[in-house]
């Protein structure tokens, strides 16, 4: 015994899902290319040198970030 669909109800297709698929792809594209987003290589370039004699803990920003994601 099957139950019938509703006509208004549409179903899932193969066409649907990869034009789903293509235009989440394009909407990340376009994300990545976006002006305006800082470089990982450019914030390097603000963090203070590295202490002279090797070791040594630096609260710097990249720290902080890091911290940051680690709350809960």
Known sequence: MQKEQPQDQAT???RGFF???AAAGAAA???TT???ISTPSAELNKLPPA???GGGYSLSEHVKRYYQTTRV
């Open 29 to 31: 594209a376009a994300v």
């Open 12 to 14: 899932p297709s193969r």
């Open 34 to 36: 976006l002006p305006g």
């Open 51 to 53: 202490p002279e004699n």
């Open 19 to 21: 034009m789903g698929a």
